[in-house]
């Protein structure tokens, strides 16, 4: 099994609809992200949690939320999906210690609204 | 602030010629370096960092990196490609401060020719 789970792998939604990923990790790692890519701009940082009681915006939050359920569960919502928003998400943990910023990815969740 | 520059987008090599892939950065504080390696349809996953001590580090599958200093770099390189290594390559830093911020270049697709 993946020790960095994420779900839904595709979906495809409509402009306006809710919609949630989850992930979820095995690794025991602190500090938990929510990544989006689209081809040619690499990875860009959404949210960022260092610890359950910690959630801090990265660089491109408007239009998202996060939620740190546990510290093995990160969710990301997107309240009301925009065409814009079709794109990659990546959920990543790390650990503190060491504290390198090495960072372990899900296999990822292909979002796409029309 | 740090920023990660990846000149080449698209890298096309043939089958056992030799490649390399660029990776400059910018910090104002000192950063550990990463190379992660994306396969199709598969998440990130790590492939070489650079942390401390000697400036060559090794992958399994044959890739190395020198960490440059004086020249802000973090190139990679293998000598003899194979079909297997299509795929695309983020170079990534992060600051040794407290929180480790993670910056990622925008990424180069290698293309091995048969």
């Known amino acids: 099994d993946a020790d960095v789970t994420q779900t839904p792998r595709n979906r495809i939604t409509k402009t306006g609809k809710r919609i949630m990923l989850e992930c979820s990790q095995t690794?025991?790692?602190?500090?938990m992200y929510w990544y989006r890519q689209d081809p040619g701009l690499g990875l860009q940082l959404i949210y960022y949690?260092?610890?359950?009681?910690?959630?801090n915006k990265g660089e491109i939050s408007d239009g998202y939320s996060v939620s740190r359920q546990a510290q093995a569960k990160f969710s990301l919502s997107l309240e009301s999906a925009i065409p814009n928003q079709t794109a990659l998400y990546f959920c990543?943990?790390?650990?503190?210690?060491?504290?390198?910023?090495?960072?372990?990815f899900g296999e990822g969740s292909r979002l796409t609204v029309l | 602030a740090q920023s990660v520059t990846q000149l080449d987008s698209q890298v096309p090599v043939f089958e056992e010629a030799p490649v390399e892939l660029r990776c400059n950065y910018s910090?104002?504080?000192?950063?550990?370096l990463f190379w992660y390696v994306q396969y199709p349809n598969q998440g990130l996953q790590l492939l070489l960092k650079?942390?401390?001590?000697?400036?060559l580090v090794e992958s399994i599958n044959g890739f190395e990196a020198e960490f440059n200093k004086s020249q802000t770099s973090f190139h990679l390189r293998k000598p003899s490609v194979h079909i297997s290594d299509t795929a695309e390559y983020f170079c990534?830093?992060?600051?040794?401060?407290?929180?480790?911020?993670?910056?990622f270049g925008t990424g180069t697709k290698l293309q091995v020719i048969p």
């Open positions: 990543a943990t790390s650990d503190s210690n060491p504290g390198t910023g090495e960072l372990f």
């Open positions: 690794k025991g790692h602190d500090r």
């Open positions: 949690s260092f610890d359950v009681k910690d959630i």
């Open positions: 910090s104002s504080v000192s950063v550990y």
């Open positions: 650079y942390l401390s001590g000697s400036t």
């Open positions: 990534a830093v992060s600051d040794m401060g407290g929180y480790q911020k993670v910056t």
